[in-house]
């Protein structure tokens, strides 16, 4: 896959979104999904590069609870957009890109493993896993309140359009 150098653009079409599931949280899970408005994928001899903005002002959860607490924090932090940019090395497959995920007031560290997708051209679609500790977290839920260990995995299956 190394033999793939070039640059793509995220494709933002109505369905480029990223999911992020944490785990159970006493009898819930969080579970959304945000869209993703702007991104590139670089990729040259040495290196790879992500960026991404997904809109978290237009975020979606499983439930109405969810989605208002939710909501609720992203207004809280001032976090409507998140932008992530993320380098690692192009000489192994699938690759690895660690960076900075910033939204409002919150950074974190986040790493993703990219893997090329695409059933006519590898390059057309890539695969994003990943996880994330983000550490205490209020929940504004009746019940939850204060989480201390909050960490949640990125999951996403975004087309690329070539250069």
């Known amino acids: 896959m190394s033999a793939h150098h070039g640059t793509w653009q995220v494709h933002t079409v109505d369905g480029a979104?990223?999911?992020l599931r944490?785990?159970?949280i006493g009898?819930?899970?969080v579970d959304v999904s945000a869209p993703v408005t702007d991104g590139f994928l670089h990729v040259t001899e040495d290196?790879?590069?992500?960026t991404l903005t997904l809109a978290l002002d237009r975020l979606r959860a499983g439930n109405f609870l969810m989605?208002?607490?939710?909501?609720?924090?992203v207004k809280r932090h001032d976090a409507t957009a998140l932008g992530y940019d993320g380098l690692g090395p192009s000489s192994t497959a699938p690759w690895q890109v660690t960076g900075t995920a910033g939204a409002g007031t919150i950074a974190?560290?986040?790493s993703l493993t990219i893997t090329p997708v695409g059933a006519d051209d590898l390059m057309d679609e890539i695969e994003l896993v990943g996880s994330a500790y983000v550490g205490t977290v209020h929940l504004p839920l009746p019940g939850l309140g204060k989480v201390d260990d909050f960490a949640f995995d990125v999951d996403a299956r975004l087309a690329l359009l070539a250069p």
Do not use: I, K, P, T
Not at 47 to 50: D, F, K, M, Q, T
């Open 17 to 19: 979104d990223v999911r």
């Open 22 to 24: 944490s785990g159970r």
């Open 27 to 29: 009898l819930m899970s």
């Open 47 to 50: 290196s790879v590069r992500l």
């Open 67 to 73: 989605e208002g607490a939710a909501r609720s924090l």
């Open 108 to 110: 974190l560290d986040l």
